[in-house]
């Protein structure tokens, strides 16, 4: 048990490779292990292209070694075709007599089958090991496809005095409260998760490109809620640079290319109707980075997974107060002279 811990801890740290290049692929690891020697690695990079059990029997030199070997994979492998064969075929085609699974797949598609069909062709399967590790890892997948909507992030930075905006702004850009390595933090997270999402007052106030230019990465999708239409076509939101999904009470504009205009009901449930949205549009992950309202109206309607909040030694005595969370801390973190805190929503 030990040893196939090991091995599927090693899947993981492979799988993190891919972190924000395989949507709407989940992030799956794999290793193939000989007389106790690891002979092949690989990990999913990016939707339609090899998947990690793929990538980790290419990398074997002596294929013949194959039909001795064990392969250990956190994802249970695909079953059906997609964009790729199933990694299921392709196990069974080299006899590979061993297959150790981390953890069963969420998605309708495979959910089961990838393992009936390993059993069926008489492979030797173990499932369940370091199952809890490898579903936090998947953690946007699993949530998409259990409960129907993406995985939701909170991300602010307030005071130490509790504000997270001052009372006058004299420029329309950001007031900055953190440090420049905690903003680079969020610039990593950013290309981490599919989309970002804001409101109209910190577009109006700020004028953000919510992109990720201080880290290498993709830029996420950007969500705009713009209830009124009220957000000027100059502003950096609207350049239909990177997707743009704009949620609104109505509107006689017609979607372009890169910019979407989505309806919905401003009179009630406006987070869950944000997720659904969402949810359509296939994306698995999104950072709530609005202003307070913005933030409060997922908190108030207990509609977020996670919520990442810096406090800074600066103070501003006055001004905009930090949105209200009653949650245990899970982490800390420090960050220059920034704290980072981090709290998970399990109702």
């Known amino acids: ?181 905690s903003r680079q933090l969020v610039h990593k997270w950013r290309t981490e998760e599919q989309a970002i999402l804001v409101g109209t007052q910190t577009v109006m106030d700020d004028n953000p490109k919510l992109d990720a230019r201080d880290w290498k990465g993709q830029n996420p999708i950007r969500i705009i809620i713009d209830q009124n239409n009220r957000i000027p076509k100059n502003r950096h939101v609207l350049d239909n640079q990177v997707k743009t999904i704009i949620l609104c009470k109505s509107t006689s504009n017609v979607d372009k290319e890169n910019c979407i205009f989505e309806v919905i009901d401003f009179g009630q449930n406006i987070a869950h109707q944000i997720a659904n949205v969402l949810f359509r549009h296939q994306i698995q992950s999104v950072i709530i980075e609005g202003g307070r309202q913005t933030l409060q109206t997922f908190i108030d309607e207990n509609l977020w997974d996670e919520a990442r909040i810096f406090v800074s030694n600066v103070s501003f005595l006055s001004g905009t107060k930090a949105p209200a969370l009653e949650k245990k801390q899970i982490e800390k973190h420090s960050i220059g002279t920034d704290e980072l805190i981090i709290y998970k929503n399990h109702d």
């Open 1 to 181: 048990m030990k040893k196939n811990e090991t091995y599927i801890k090693r899947c993981i740290e492979l799988a993190k490779n891919g972190l924000g290049t395989t949507y709407p692929n989940p992030l799956v690891g794999s290793v193939i292990v000989y007389d106790g020697k690891i002979i092949g690695e690989g990990w999913h990079k990016k939707a339609g292209e090899p998947h990690a059990e793929v990538n980790a029997i290419n990398s074997v030199k002596d294929k013949s070694l194959l039909q001795k070997a064990t392969i250990y994979v956190s994802l249970e492998p695909c079953s059906h075709f997609g964009k790729t064969p199933p990694c299921c075929d392709l196990i069974i085609q080299n006899k590979i007599p061993n297959v150790v699974i981390g953890t069963v797949d969420p998605n309708e598609k495979v959910a089961g089958n990838g393992i009936k069909k390993l059993i069926e062709a008489g492979i030797h399967v173990t499932v369940g090991i370091l199952e809890d590790e490898c579903n936090e890892l998947n953690k946007r997948f699993f949530t998409f496809h259990q409960k129907k909507r993406p995985y939701i992030i909170l991300k602010w930075a307030e005071t130490q005095d509790g504000f997270i905006a001052p009372k006058e702004k004299t420029e329309k850009r950001p007031v900055w409260i953190t440090n420049t390595y």
